[in-house]
């Protein structure tokens, strides 16, 4: 199987956002303590911080959620109609962080590249599922 060049670049490019995020999110989160205290400088910094890490993981994370619902609409095609099949890909696929926020970056909130089902019954993921 021949794999396109362009596709190359984008798993490349998967990783590397993967791998910056890794390391840029603890490094951040760090100064918590400093950061709560809410200097002007300080939340500048988190919101800079967090739109540059919003760019590549929202394009993944958009990308992945595109290729979720292509997958999901041929697993409802192939398995006959069936809608908890899709739905759940979808779920998967689609659900889950978007934007990178300063709460993200600072440790106080969980970034969930995967959705998480809503009949979930762990209180923690109310305010992480969409």
Not at 59 to 81: D, E, M, Q, R
Not at 89 to 111: E, F, R
Request: glycine fraction near 10%; charge should be neutral.
């Amino acid at each position: 199987m021949k794999i396109s060049r362009v596709s190359r670049k984008m798993v490349c490019l998967a990783i590397i956002c993967a791998v910056w995020m890794a390391i840029a999110t603890p490094a951040l989160a760090q100064n918590a303590d400093y950061q709560e205290e809410g200097s002007t400088a300080t939340r500048a910094g988190l919101g800079a911080a967090s739109f540059l890490a919003t760019i590549p993981y929202g394009v993944t994370k958009v990308a992945f959620a595109a290729g979720g619902g292509i997958v999901g609409g041929l697993a409802y095609l192939f398995s006959g109609g069936n809608t908890e099949t899709a739905k759940n890909i979808w779920t998967t696929s689609m659900y889950g962080t978007y934007v990178i926020t300063p709460d993200h970056l600072q440790g106080n909130k969980a970034v969930r590249f995967l959705g998480v089902a809503e009949d979930a019954s762990d209180p923690y993921l109310e305010e992480t599922r969409y």
